[in-house]
């Protein structure tokens, strides 16, 4: 599989309600981050972006014709006029899916481009997910975001040796291998 698979609503709109729940309060605790320059704040490693990584694994593995590894996931809120230049991602992150969640009303979709020369366009609704092989296909938004959208991005990894991104979570080990 090396073209993008849109998942129409991978949150249910009880699921999808939930983490907006749940972002909405870690943002107003104060524990995303800002990124400089990026209009972007950002909380890497956060337990329920785990958890939905977990869940995907199945899914992710489907596509990928093998089995796959959570290595990491992280929320992101893009702030009005953010942008995002075509780039691949990291090592951990052999399959990268970003998931839709929430927005500023109405400000959704703002595409995504894949690819490198002539670009695919995807338009995610909130609850839907986008999965690519993130270290091969170039992805970026180049249009500047109508509004806030709030982000999970979760990635998988073929080689188990990077399992969960070499982050010490025990309990992870227990019933999920
Ligand atoms: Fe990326």
Request: proline share 0%; hydrophobic share 0%.
């Given at each position: 599989m090396n073209e993008p698979v849109l998942l129409k609503e991978w949150l249910s709109e009880e699921a999808r309600s939930l983490a907006e729940s749940y972002f909405r309060i870690v943002l107003a605790a104060g524990r995303l981050t800002p990124e400089p320059g990026m209009k972007s704040d950002a909380l890497y490693g956060d337990p329920l972006a785990d958890a939905l990584a977990i869940r995907g694994t199945s899914i992710v593995s489907d596509n990928a014709g093998r089995s796959v590894y959570p290595s990491y996931g992280y929320w992101r809120v893009y702030w009005p006029g953010a942008s995002l230049e075509l780039h691949r991602d990291r090592e951990a992150c052999d399959w990268t899916m970003s998931v839709a969640v929430a927005s500023q009303s109405n400000t959704l979709p703002w595409p995504l481009e894949v690819g490198s020369g002539p670009t695919t366009t995807i338009n995610l609704a909130p609850g839907d997910a986008v999965l690519l092989r993130g270290r091969e296909l170039a992805h970026g938004r180049l249009t500047p975001a109508p509004g806030w959208s709030a982000w999970l991005f979760l990635h998988w990894v073929?080689?188990?040796?990077s399992y969960l991104d070499g982050r010490p979570l025990p309990a992870f080990g227990r019933g999920t291998s």
């Open positions: 073929e080689d188990r040796g």
